[in-house]
């Protein structure tokens, strides 16, 4: 009809060719399109795995020390089980066979024995009433420190725990004694002496030994070489124990030796005994204050709306 103004619906025939370019074009944005999703997809793994990293970082000492604490815990817990079903005889038997080892050690001298901690035969076996090595344990409660003392000081006893210097005399007590307990410190993974730096000259130390609390109060603090093992040597007539452990901090050339001499046992500390779990509680504190913002973080990138796909169609 001449004037009629209605648009001539008739659908557009597209010729071969036509078709085909559609298809291409069509390939070609979708193709762009997967690996512009694949580069945002790694970029978000990557950023991911950085903050699971640093989050590990971050917790492992915490985590690691706590475990240790554990660890220490069920050793302690494990040598009072032991000691607790024993009998006065048992104790007796157990302490003079300990008293024989200290007096052969002093008949020896203390520089024979310290550089041949072999001569005198059966020392494993006296002291360790629970067969794990256990001799007892030292209650620092100034640094927050209790700690199994295994014997020896080998490299698998010192990661985790206390171990007392073979060739000395075992922390039993008596006249003419010397004993020596060792630990590190700095590691990542467990605090043990890490603060024994902190210790001066009148602070006291505990060190229970089957059904016995012997403690020690600070005298000397000095620092030597390796070398220097005078200082750890028997006095006549004195009942020592000395902690050491290396210095400086981090580079451990030197070795920091505290040593106390015996006093009377206050009554209370007879039956008290320090909780090394506690001392573990600021260190796990601190990681999980630090570890929530990394995880909520984390949580937001993961979470982030994704920008959507363009679906070949355009708003009119």
């Excluded at 080998?154 to 010397?178: D, F, N, R, Y």
Aim: charge should be neutral.
């Amino acid at each position: 009809m001449e004037g009629n103004n209605e648009k001539d619906f008739t659908p557009k025939v597209m010729t071969v060719d036509e078709v085909r370019n559609r298809k291409r074009k069509e390939r070609e944005r979708r193709r762009k399109e997967r690996k512009a999703e694949g580069k945002r997809s790694w970029a978000t793994f990557g950023l991911t795995l950085v903050l699971l990293l640093g989050l590990a970082i971050v917790i492992y000492p915490s985590f690691s020390n706590w475990w240790n604490s554990r660890v220490q815990s069920r050793a302690m817990a494990s040598y009072d089980e032991a000691v607790s079903s024993m009998s006065e005889a048992d104790y007796s038997e157990y302490f003079e066979a300990a008293y024989a080892y200290n007096e052969a050690i002093a008949k020896l001298g203390s520089a024979t024995s310290i550089s041949n901690p072999g001569l005198i035969e059966g020392y494993s076996n006296i002291l360790n009433v629970s067969g794990t090595g256990v001799m007892g344990y030292i209650t620092i409660e100034k640094i927050g420190v209790e700690l199994p003392i295994y014997h020896g000081t080998s490299a698998s006893v010192l990661q985790i725990a206390a171990g007392h210097l073979e060739g000395t005399s075992l922390p039993v007590g008596g006249e003419s004694t010397h004993a020596v307990i060792s630990a590190h410190r700095g590691l990542p993974s467990a605090t043990l002496f890490t603060h024994l730096d902190q210790m001066e000259v009148g602070d006291t130390f505990t060190i229970t030994i089957l059904n016995e609390v012997l403690t020690y109060e600070v005298d000397q603090i000095s620092i030597i070489y390796p070398n220097e093992l005078e200082t750890i040597y028997i006095e006549d007539g004195q009942d020592y124990v000395t902690l050491m452990t290396c210095t400086p901090y981090g580079i451990n050339t030197q070795r920091l030796m505290v040593r106390g001499h015996r006093i009377e046992t206050e009554a209370a500390k007879k039956t008290i005994k320090v909780t090394a779990e506690a001392y573990k509680i600021d260190t796990i504190l601190v990681s999980v204050c630090v570890a929530i913002p990394m995880v909520i973080i984390l949580f937001i990138i993961v979470s982030l709306p994704r920008k959507k796909k363009y679906d070949g169609h355009r708003k009119p």
